[in-house]
């Protein structure tokens, strides 16, 4: 039986990924209430389709939770970020709040249901395609166009980003994030918080932490510092 989904979510940012992440609520689960948390953000509230959403700056919700309820205990991270996305979910988890199921778009395609295993806290967008025996993490971010092949893992935090293809057999670990349009080919391994350049191809396995790779066939380019926070 399908989890039932919470009456009112907190969305953490509350920029261009936030609002994507509102309307894909509006679509999948309409009538949820939704509070933004953004500590870089100045407004105190986001006007989304005539309907004024709070935002939180300092992670107390008494100011929208209406008393003895579970009001906002839930939340998703819409950030496409890897590391940003880590860094919100362990100052969500010290507030005392949990991860809601991820919100899959009826507009994506996941073939084989049953055996795809998909996470909590992420979202899923309209014309992504999840094939069967695929695992999900938490906290990901599947964006529209993304395609996943059969018997994938997709490790927590980690961004199949616009258009991207990854191939069967394939084991994207934690925090990686694919550039738009970029191929990964299958029986490969992306080790952790990796990102890959926009429309690479990579044909094997990276072994290194926290680089980025480029190119045709993609290569190293720039190490970037592991986030272990």
Request: hydrophobic share 40%; charged share 15%; with cysteine.
């Amino acid at each position: 039986m399908e989890e039932q989904f919470p009456g009112s979510v907190v969305i953490l940012g509350a920029a261009g990924g936030g609002r994507l992440a509102y309307w894909i609520l509006q679509e999948t689960h309409p009538g949820t209430r939704v509070v933004f948390v953004d500590d870089g953000m100045t407004e105190d509230s986001l006007v989304l389709g005539g309907t004024e959403c709070p935002i939180i700056h300092d992670w107390q919700f008494d100011r929208v939770q209406h008393p003895g309820t579970e009001d906002f205990r839930q939340f998703m991270v819409s950030c496409t970020y890897p590391r940003v996305k880590k860094a919100l979910v362990t100052k969500a988890l010290a507030a005392g709040l949990v991860p809601a199921p991820s919100v899959i778009h009826p507009g994506a395609a996941l073939v084989g249901r049953p055996t795809i295993s998909v996470g909590r806290g992420g979202s899923i967008h309209p014309k992504a395609v999840i094939l069967n025996d695929t695992t999900i993490g938490d906290y990901t971010f599947i964006s529209a166009g993304a395609q996943i092949g059969h018997d994938c893992t997709i490790g927590d935090f980690a961004s199949i980003n616009f258009g991207s293809l990854v191939l069967g057999y394939t084991h994207i670990m934690e925090g990686v994030a694919t550039g738009s349009g970029s191929t990964v080919r299958d029986h490969l391994t992306i080790a952790p918080w990796v990102q890959t350049g926009m429309q690479c191809c990579v044909t094997k396995s990276i072994t290194e932490e926290g680089i980025t790779v480029a190119g045709v066939p993609a290569r190293p380019m720039v190490k970037q510092p592991f986030l272990d926070r």
